[in-house]
């Protein structure tokens, strides 16, 4: 925590613009519960990437890369440096490195794969563990979504997911500094718990009541947050059982997130313990810059 303040501090002195790497703040009408930047911030600082697809699509790697490619070439052939701020890791490392396509989602597939788990928990990552062991050593078992691709793409191509990705491009001309924000993990969590407290107060729970009653893809229905929210209001948990149930979903997200990060090559990491003014973070990430 501390990304979207400093980013606008940096995008600020480098008189460049913010590209939204996050998977969620695609969606328009989740404003609340992804976190996006207030109004007056999206306008001190030209944002990309944000309220680009209706709660109704599912929104893509394939299609962040095809839509935040021209706007990075474009930043760079002005010399200006783009700063691209997120935590989908998946679609910072296909805008840097390239994107593996893979097959097109094969629906009834995936949910036979989710019934094998429920069925038998456990049983997709210790799949996985056998046919790809580079691919899971990436991921942790909980991250269903991202086992169940990786076995659909193995299943489809007849090749492991971590050779298949072997074969990409980037779309992008331009090099990267890649900078991760650490915190402490108890200091990490208390903030969370405290920021959906915020969130909760701001409205969370009547945007996810107006959400409701859309049309939602799979995605933005299983969203953190408003998945909680909806749960509440199909009556299966109390009010503060789906706050409890957010921070804990929110708490494991942030695990994967570090895990991702992790495992991905060339990043920079800038530990921000203790460390709470947006100003006294930015100075952090700008010394390091100044090393690269």
């Excluded at 086992?147 to 971590?162: H, Y």
Aim: hydrophobic residues 40%.
């Amino acid at each position: 925590m501390g990304k979207t303040e400093s980013s606008l501090l940096l995008a600020g002195a480098l008189k460049s613009e913010i590209i939204s790497a996050d998977s969620m703040q695609v969606y328009k009408y989740m404003d609340i519960g992804t976190a996006k930047p207030s109004l007056d911030k999206l306008r001190a600082v030209p944002h990309h990437m944000i309220d680009v697809a209706l709660p109704s699509e599912e929104f893509s790697a394939g299609r962040f890369v095809s839509e935040a490619s021209p706007i990075v070439n474009t930043l760079c052939a002005r010399v200006k440096h783009p700063v691209i701020a997120g935590g989908t890791g998946l679609y910072i490392r296909a805008l840097s490195e390239g994107l593996f396509e893979g097959p097109a989602a094969d629906w009834k597939l995936r949910q036979q794969l989710e019934s094998d788990e429920v069925n038998c928990e456990g049983f997709l990552y210790n799949l996985l563990c056998q046919l790809d062991p580079v691919t899971a050593s990436k991921v942790t078992r909980g991250d269903t979504r991202r086992i169940i691709r990786a076995l659909e793409v193995i299943l489809k191509l007849g090749v492991p997911m971590s050779e298949a990705q072997k074969n990409t491009t980037p779309s992008v001309d331009c090099d990267f500094v890649k900078i991760c924000l650490t915190r402490e993990r108890t200091e990490l969590y208390r903030m969370i718990e405290d920021r959906v407290d915020v969130m909760v107060h701001d409205g969370l729970f009547e945007e996810a009541r107006e959400l409701f009653d859309m049309p939602l893809s799979k995605t933005t229905s299983r969203a953190i947050g408003y998945r909680e929210a909806f749960s509440h209001f199909r009556g299966e948990v109390t009010f503060d059982e789906a706050v409890l149930n957010i921070k804990q979903a929110t708490r494991r997200y942030a695990k994967r997130q570090m895990t991702w990060f992790r495992a991905e090559r060339d990043i920079n990491w800038i530990d921000i313990t203790g460390i709470f003014d947006p100003p006294k973070i930015y100075d952090k990430i700008i010394s390091l810059i100044g090393t690269n």
